[in-house]
């Protein structure tokens, strides 16, 4: 089994090297939901980068897709590419596109970017696996501020109705979105209850604890047909403390002073990357 600790190390550490080289954007989105990722991608999620169409293999959906950089990292250290490509990340010319793409890139399920579109695909994901009787799950990784779409509350009513307990959904609770709080842009409180009243089985954790994201995701802990929803309560920016509770990091590229300083702080030594 995968250190899921050292495994988040490692995908802050890629994230924060991929939006430098790249001079790309959402680097505070990433490292927010990094250890939902490497929790997910560590150790609950049944996969194989061998056979990346294995039917059996669960599917995730990352809906928040402008934070692609965290999962092209962690499907480069779980062995779906090789990690060197990527330094290609938001290069002209490259698969790894500033928004998740699934376009040539093994493991990704779904392009997404337009956000309030991930739920419902997987809630289609999950009522397809439950026509077929077939065992895998379905994994959705939705923004906070993404919430505020009325097509993900669309989804959920349907994904109760029909019982579509394979289906969860994380929700990266960083309580910033692109341009101020979330509580200044539209408020979501009270947020646990909402999805509770949608028919949802809920449970809500501190999204950088490894043990309590395990525990909330392990299958042995279903007792109910319900779909299930954790709200991960997190830190945008978390890792890097300038870049922590910050909206200047929702847009803002590591560059300068400011990335070698980030460089120090995750171990990292920035000549290397330069």
């Not at 895998?136 to 349907?158: H, I, K, T």
């Not at 995701?217 to 779909?227: C, G, H, Y």
């Not at 997190?234 to 910050?246: A, D, H, L, Q, R």
């Amino acid at each position: 089994m995968i250190d899921t600790v050292d495994l988040a190390r490692r995908i802050r550490r890629h994230a924060v090297e991929m939006t430098h080289l790249g001079k790309s954007s959402h680097v505070g989105s990433v490292l927010s939901m990094t250890d939902i990722i490497a929790v997910l991608y560590g150790c609950v999620m049944r996969f194989d980068p061998a056979n990346t169409k294995w039917p059996d293999r669960d599917r995730f959906i990352l809906s928040k897709g402008h934070a692609g950089a965290g999962i092209y990292a962690a499907l480069a250290e779980c062995g779906f590419f090789p990690i060197a490509k990527l330094r290609t990340h938001y290069q002209d010319g490259s698969d790894l596109s500033g928004h998740v793409s699934h376009k040539g890139v093994p493991g990704v399920e779904l392009s997404t970017g337009s956000l309030g579109h991930g739920l419902p695909v997987a809630v289609g994901m999950a009522k397809a696996a439950q026509l077929n009787s077939t065992q895998y799950r379905v994994f959705c990784v939705l923004s906070d501020g993404e919430c505020d779409a009325g097509s993900n509350w669309e989804a959920a009513m349907f994904a109760s109705h029909h019982r579509l307990h394979s289906l969860t959904v994380i929700i990266d609770y960083n309580k910033i979105q692109s341009l101020g709080t979330v509580a200044e842009t539209l408020a979501l409180e009270p947020f646990a209850d909402k999805w509770r009243s949608f028919g949802w089985d809920v449970r809500e954790v501190d999204g950088h604890d490894h043990g309590q994201l395990k525990d909330a995701l392990a299958p042995v802990k279903r007792t109910n047909d319900k779909p299930l929803c954790v709200i991960a309560h997190t830190i945008k920016g978390k890792g890097v403390s300038f870049m922590e509770n910050s909206v200047l990091w929702h847009y803002r590229t590591p560059q300068g002073e400011e990335y070698q300083a980030a460089c120090r702080e995750l171990d990292v030594a920035g000549s290397d990357y330069a």
